[in-house]
């Protein structure tokens, strides 16, 4: 546990001392994380003005219960930090389908969701054509009872192609 420590103390000082160009007008890449059960995202982002996007993510979840599929776009406003360093927020929404297998007693079913999306997070842009982006993205459910809930905690680490 120290040894991740002091790995990502390492990084986050590396990074510090680097300088990184402005964002990018298009970056292509994966979102990875944790939503009730891992799953990744084909993430896109296309810059509009110096600090503002568009982000869509076409990904899969899936745990024990479910397996979902789901398509999210976001507008996105983004401010610099300093060097590479922004941090942005946005909102959007998405749509999505899921099969649910949640065990004896209970029926196997399909359906489809919509969803409403908050999103913040911070990023930092190489000088080199690569951005690493952690954000969180509540999501809230409307539709089938895809969730219990309605509410869906998204956290996840992005690694993104810029171009």
């Given at each position: 546990?120290?040894?991740?420590?002091?790995?990502?103390?390492?990084?986050?000082?590396?990074?510090f001392?680097?300088?990184?160009?402005?964002?990018?007008?298009?970056?292509?890449?994966?979102?990875?994380?944790?939503?009730?059960?891992?799953?990744?995202?084909i993430?896109?982002?296309?810059?509009?003005?110096?600090?503002?996007?568009?982000?869509?993510?076409?990904?899969?979840?899936?745990?024990?219960?479910?397996?979902?599929?789901?398509?999210?776009?976001?507008?996105?406003?983004?401010?610099?930090?300093?060097?590479?360093?922004?941090?942005?927020?946005?909102?959007?929404?998405?749509l999505?389908?899921?099969?649910?297998?949640?065990?004896?007693?209970?029926?196997?079913?399909?359906?489809?969701?919509?969803?409403?999306?908050?999103?913040?997070?911070?990023?930092?842009?190489?000088?080199?054509?690569?951005?690493?982006?952690?954000?969180?993205?509540?999501?809230?459910?409307?539709?089938?009872?895809?969730?219990?809930?309605?509410?869906?905690?998204?956290?996840?680490?992005?690694?993104?192609?810029?171009?």
């Open positions: 546990m120290k040894n991740i420590f002091l790995t990502t103390a390492l990084l986050l000082a590396t990074t001392a680097a300088q990184a160009q402005d964002f990018s007008k298009n970056a292509l890449g994966l979102r990875l994380g944790d939503n009730d059960g891992f799953g990744g995202e993430s896109y982002q296309r810059g509009l003005t110096n600090d503002n996007r568009l982000e869509l993510d076409l990904g899969f979840r899936n745990n024990d219960d479910y397996d979902a599929f789901k398509i999210v776009g976001l507008y996105q406003w983004v401010w610099n930090i300093e060097g590479g360093f922004n941090w942005y927020a946005g909102v959007g929404g998405g999505g389908s899921y099969s649910a297998n949640r065990g004896p007693g209970f029926d196997d079913e399909d359906g489809t969701f919509l969803l409403a999306a908050g999103d913040i997070g911070i990023e930092y842009n190489f000088d080199f054509p690569l951005q690493l982006a952690l954000d969180f993205r509540p999501e809230i459910y409307f539709g089938d009872e895809f969730r219990d809930d309605d509410f869906g905690p998204d956290l996840a680490l992005s690694v993104r192609y810029r171009f």
